[in-house]
């Protein structure tokens, strides 16, 4: 089902799929094989808040039965935010890490970044201004605006998402 009919969907992603074909083991990949018969691209609605998804015919209990019997999937189709358009980089990193899900590597583990990575490494923060204007939105809806050390009672500005190891001024763990 076409979500957006006003635009072309996104490439097939031939490359990035003969790569994993040479790449991954048929253990763990088990729709490998059957991904150019019943994968299919399109885009998300532009106010969907996910970068990506894998969507599967069946549900999650029909999955894991043929993933475990090593059945053909079913249809599957990988969609992509429109605003994606705006950075192939990570639009590709974005696309092979919905494709390892669609062969089968459901678990977001170390084996799953290092294969996205060695295909299609993410772009530093400082080279894509899609994610640097992510990185702001988010910094922007949250409530806490400033980092405070609870050691030595240094207050600093907010500018990570993520929490930081230690303390500018003491280097103590936080």
């Not at 991954?24 to 885009?43: C, I, K, P, T």
């Not at 209990?61 to 090593?70: A, D, F, G, H, S």
């Not at 696309?95 to 390892?100: D, K, Q, W």
Request: hydrophobic letters at 35%; glycine letters at 4%.
């Amino acid at each position: 089902m076409p979500l957006r009919v006003d635009v072309e969907p996104p490439v097939f992603p031939d490359e990035e799929l003969a790569h994993l074909e040479e790449n991954l083991d048929s253990e763990g990949a088990v729709f490998l094989r059957y991904l150019r018969d019943s994968l299919s691209m399109d885009w998300l609605e532009e106010d969907d808040d996910r970068l990506g998804v894998t969507r599967f015919e069946g549900d999650h209990n029909e999955m894991y039965r043929k993933k475990r019997l090593k059945l053909p999937p079913g249809e599957i189709i990988i969609l992509l935010h429109p605003m994606l358009r705006e950075d192939p980089a990570l639009l590709q990193h974005t696309m092979v890490h919905e494709l390892l899900h669609a062969a089968g590597l459901a678990k977001h583990d170390d084996e799953h970044h290092e294969l996205v990575d060695s295909i299609a490494p993410a772009p530093a923060l400082k080279d894509s201004p899609l994610l640097q204007r992510l990185r702001s939105q988010v910094l922007g809806q949250r409530e806490l605006t400033d980092w405070l050390c609870d050691h030595c009672g240094f207050q600093w500005d907010r500018k990570t998402v993520r929490k930081p190891h230690r303390c500018p001024k003491c280097a103590r763990s936080l």
